[in-house]
């Protein structure tokens, strides 16, 4: 196993997360659960960090659930089991809500086998890029069990009934360009060019008017849960609030002045 099952840089504004477990294509060992809590908890509050990357190292994402772990716990009693299960997806919901919370964009780079948990996670980034050799597969019904890590949350939002159906009920591996279709990513790149694409997106944003992304990401996430008079309510809020930072009398004065605004996340 791996020294650091989930490896942390940050550098030119842009934090990259790496889940490292190649030798189990990233899946969700019990390190991976608690190291991926503790880095994507803390990057939230890293005014450093203004755009994240998550990708997986040794050619893929995230192969979903570690089965060794699920061979262990068939040994308990109903209850202990119980127990045990329910306190691992709850320790995996907490980086999930650090996902949707943060006021920075997160950007999934995908290459290889995206399984199980590593589908709920893609959906809950804000943006995705695959490489042209990714496939996916949702897979928890080859196993005997229904979807977890947000994936009917995430995907229920991205997709129609009928594609839920598809995904969960058939659990059928389908290839990046498909995923492009079902809209579960934004771009499909050749596998080479994955790193340097996923790079340059991040840079783009990392460059750009952080306050004004997280009130965007803030709108987008209550969506379907505030009625329209809430949700124009929060428009305006939020709207106010972007206008009174710095980087909106940037913006304003570049327009003004024909060239590219230098935003400074303030």
């Avoid at 842009?14 to 994507?40: D, F, G, S």
């Avoid at 691992?88 to 809500?97: A, N, Q, R, W």
């Avoid at 579960?184 to 991040?202: H, M, Q």
């Amino acid at each position: 196993m791996t020294t650091d099952p989930v490896r942390l840089d940050v550098s030119d504004g842009i934090a990259t997360v790496t889940l490292n477990q190649p030798e189990v294509r990233n899946a969700l060992t019990p390190a991976m659960r608690t190291a991926l809590r503790e880095v994507i908890g803390a990057l939230e509050f890293d005014e450093g960090a203004r755009a994240v990357v998550i990708a997986g190292a040794g050619g893929h994402f995230q192969a979903g659930g570690d089965i060794r772990s699920m061979i262990d716990r068939l040994e308990l009693p109903d209850s202990s089991r119980r127990q045990a299960i329910l306190e691992g997806i709850h320790l995996l919901h907490l980086p999930l809500f650090a996902i949707r919370r943060m006021g920075k964009p997160v950007i999934a780079s995908i290459n290889g086998a995206v399984a199980g948990f590593g589908m709920g996670l893609v959906a809950a980034c804000d943006l995705a890029i695959a490489a042209e050799d990714a496939f996916f597969t949702l897979a928890y019904c080859h196993i005997g069990a229904s979807p977890d890590g947000g994936s009917s949350y995430f995907i229920g939002r991205t997709l129609g009934m009928k594609h839920q159906m598809e995904l969960a009920l058939l659990g059928e591996r389908f290839d990046a360009r498909r995923a492009l279709d079902l809209g579960l990513v934004n771009r499909v790149v050749p596998t080479d060019r994955l790193e340097e694409e996923t790079r340059a997106l991040a840079a783009r944003l990392a460059a750009g008017p952080t306050r004004a992304y997280a009130n965007a990401k803030a709108l987008f996430n209550q969506v379907h849960h505030l009625s329209m008079e809430s949700q124009l309510q929060m428009e305006a809020e939020r709207m106010a609030d972007s206008m009174l930072t710095e980087d909106h009398a940037e913006g304003i004065r570049a327009f003004m002045e024909r060239r590219a605004p230098v935003f400074r996340g303030r």
